[in-house]
């Protein structure tokens, strides 16, 4: 068995997961390296959905029973979780959502109607980069469309990384919002937060970063990374689906006016007009995702038992054992960064002039799980001039033989394929 410094007890972390246990396809054990699509769930978060719907289940804040007050106190409860976690000043400050995709359309929304000093319009600016998921490009696409405002980005370079070269001619005195991924989910990109941010509060602009492939692998601080909001979403972090985490600053959330309006998000109601609840509530129209925040409070649980910089170091030590295994393989190019220093656990790559969908398919067929596409960044595809990608990506209970089964698959799709 392949030993590498860093890495965590994969063999008991894996105990935790029961899908791991699976046998596919002509009993082959399943290779899971689909992470940063969505992670697996440990029987700790497992749990606590089930002992939540078991036990608890209720609508949350405005009950006076039993079940609505043990519920709201889970619900808010982990909110404190959430609030810890990312080291946030407020528990006020974080927002539930269903995804990051809703965190960041609740942003550009805010933005479209918000007054000044905030409010995009036709003399404004909206900045984001040519690597973003499309979860952050067609919010702001749509936004610039309705206010008129001017959409502008940073390219990539050949190997995969931010071109900040112009970036005063990019960030100018015009930008209203500067939105950009902390670590690509194609490219494994990490980026250069700081320079970027620097720039922005140079010119008075907000930043918004999408933290989806940050916040499950590394520790996440907002208040280090001196953003205005983070987005990030639960269910790559070892928690459910249907649940995501907007977090902002609270004087720009008692500023800004509310996306959505329903229940829950209101002070007072009359038929002429009505005033709205401080924030979070004010962010939360409606029933809002109740066993989901349980699921993430217990996701977010069980990641701190491990310790966050544990996993970053076993992830790291995984990408370098991954970049140096996938070199051996003939015809194999890596789309974005080749070496890990300033990269996350994901991986994507071309295999000669065999499309993407056929290594997935005949990778399937041995129990190996990755992913094929252009992962909802089809500008990177575009920029590089590929159809689409294999992608691979490695998380807390990943191992090297799995990586060395990814290997030795990929040598039998080459052989397939003649």
Known sequence: MTQLPGLLDTEAIRKDFPVLDRVVHDGRKLVYLDNAATSQKPRQVLDALSEYYERYNANVHRGVHVLAEEAT?????????????INAPSRD??????????????VANMLGWADEPYRVDADTEIVITEMEHHSNIVPWQ????????????????????????????????????VSFVLVSNILGTVNPVETIIRRAQEVGALVCIDASQAAPHMPLDVQALQADFVAFTGHKMC?????????GRQELLEDLPPFLGGGEMIETVSMHSSTYAPAPHKFEAGTPPIAQAVGLGAAIDYLNSIGMDKILAHEHALTEYAVRRLAEVPDLRI?????????GAAIS???????????????DEQGIAVRV????????CLRYGIPATTRASFYLYSSPAEIDALVDGLEHVRNFFG
Request: with cysteine; aromatic share 6%; charged share 25%.
């Open 73 to 85: 106190a889970l619900y808010e409860g982990a909110r404190d979780k959430v609030a810890e976690f």
């Open 93 to 106: 400050e974080v927002i539930f959502t269903k995804n990051a995709s809703e965190s960041l359309n609740l």
């Open 142 to 177: 749509l936004l610039a469309q309705r206010t008129g405002a001017k959409l502008k980005w940073f390219g990539l370079t050949d190997d995969g990384r931010l071109d900040l070269s112009n970036i005063d001619e990019i960030i100018t005195e015009k930008t209203k919002i």
């Open 239 to 247: 928690g459910p689906t249907g649940i995501g985490v907007l977090w």
């Open 335 to 343: 789309i974005g960064p080749t070496t890990a220093e300033d990269r």
């Open 349 to 363: 790559f071309t295999l000669g002039d065999i499309h993407p969908h056929d290594v997935g398919q005949v990778l």
């Open 373 to 380: 596409g252009h992962h909802c960044a089809r500008p990177v």
